[in-house]
């Protein structure tokens, strides 16, 4: 099945500094790739999302890239604020079998 | 928690004994997904369902099962619970299917 790792496991920035989280995944075959926030003790909620025939989406100050031949895709997130403290969950899908990455707990400094 | 509620919010029970916990939707969605979630492991599908009576193993199904007799209704039982299971279990509804998973609250479960 599906394998997808996530790095780092924890970041740490400075409020407006950006961040970058990185997943791979192992199926050729998975095309659909979301990235979950998670804030502490509440849902896992979907934030940017992104299909194998699309290199880059954005939303404001996320987006999202797609290296399909490597098989890898990052969250970018710029001008970080307080508020985007949460962890942060890559996934790959295909059909219903959706892999989630283990977790990135960003922390952004005032 | 509009769409998706999950009962219990919370339960602690003892090894051996059976668990039944409850996923409710008003979406009138057709796919509903039960996920664990541990530290490490991101989350993981346990099982999941594509309609009345229709159910899918996941990623890690043992030692559980799941029933669903109305649209709006998926349980997950485990039948004889081990101290492994101890764990938050996320209820999930989506649309397109498999794709933009809507979490419930989430129940938290401690097999003592």
């Known amino acids: 099945g599906e394998n997808v790792e996530q790095h780092p496991s924890t970041l740490s920035v400075q409020e407006g500094d950006s961040a970058v989280i990185k997943c791979t995944y192992s199926?050729?075959?998975?095309?659909?790739f979301p990235w979950y926030k998670q804030e502490l003790g509440k849902r896992p909620q979907l934030i940017i999302d992104?299909?194998?025939?699309?290199g880059e989406k954005k939303d404001q100050r996320i987006a999202v890239t797609l290296n399909k031949t490597a098989k890898h895709f990052s969250l970018h997130i710029t001008e970080t604020q307080p508020e985007d403290s949460a962890v942060y969950f890559c996934?790959?899908?295909?059909?219903?079998?959706?892999?989630f990455g283990a977790g990135t707990r960003l922390t952004v400094k005032p | 928690d509009a769409g998706i509620t999950q009962s219990p919010r919370h339960k602690v029970t003892e090894t051996g004994t059976p668990v039944t916990l409850r996923c409710h939707q008003t979406?009138?969605?057709?796919?509903m997904y039960w996920y664990r979630q541990d530290p490490g492991h991101g989350l993981r599908l346990i099982h999941y369902?594509?309609?009345?009576?229709?159910?899918d193993k996941g990623e890690v199904s043992d030692g559980y099962s799941v029933s669903r007799s109305k649209t709006e209704d998926f349980l997950l039982t485990l039948e004889s619970a081990t101290s492994s299971q101890t764990s938050v279990y996320f209820c999930?509804?989506?649309?397109?299917?498999?794709?933009?998973?809507?979490f419930g609250s989430g129940t938290q479960l401690s097999v003592l």
């Open positions: 999930a509804i989506s649309e397109p299917p498999g794709e933009k998973l809507f």
């Open positions: 199926d050729s075959a998975s095309n659909y």
């Open positions: 992104i299909r194998s025939n699309v």
């Open positions: 996934a790959a899908s295909m059909s219903n079998d959706m892999r």
């Open positions: 979406e009138n969605h057709r796919y």
């Open positions: 369902s594509y309609g009345v009576k229709d159910t």
